[in-house]
Nanobody
Framework: QLQLVESGGGLVQPGGSLRLSCAAS????????IGWFRQAPGKEREGVSC????????YYADSVKGRFTISRDNAKNTVYLQMNSLKPEDTADYYC????????????????????WGQGTQVTVSS
């Protein structure tokens, strides 16, 4: 019954914004670091942004730094990814993952210690 559910994806014009949500069911997110990952057709999965269980540590890939913001509301059992100034290169399937680790940058860069995954949500940025 443990699962993560992503929502908020869709079509958007370049320069537009989307907010993705990752909601947990069957367990509480406050014990886990959370990461957002994405995979475009023909490309490897990459870590986009990750956040520690208490929000004290965040990590952003260089390609999204300054445009994306990760946050969490443990009371709502939900993690968010606010995406601004979207580019066509951001087009991908976006997944959230939860893991029991204190090393947030490593989790995001190397995609390790990720124990639970959502089903993904599609983001398409196109004019």
């Amino acid at each position: 019954q443990l699962q993560l559910v992503e929502s908020g994806g869709g079509l958007v014009q370049p320069g537009g914004s989307l907010r993705l949500s990752c909601a947990a069911s069957g367990f509480t997110l406050d014990a886990y670091a959370i990461g957002w990952f994405r995979q475009a057709p023909g490309k490897e999965r990459e870590g986009v942004s990750c956040i520690s269980r208490g929000s004290s540590v965040t990590y952003y890939a260089d390609s999204v730094k300054g445009r994306f913001t990760i946050s969490r509301d443990n009371a709502k059992n939900t993690v968010y990814l606010q995406m601004n100034s979207l580019k066509p290169e951001d087009t991908a399937d976006y997944y959230c993952a939860a893991g029991t680790t204190w090393n947030v940058p490593t989790m995001c860069r190397l995609n390790i210690n990720t124990d639970y995954w959502g089903q993904g949500t599609q983001v398409t940025v196109s004019s």
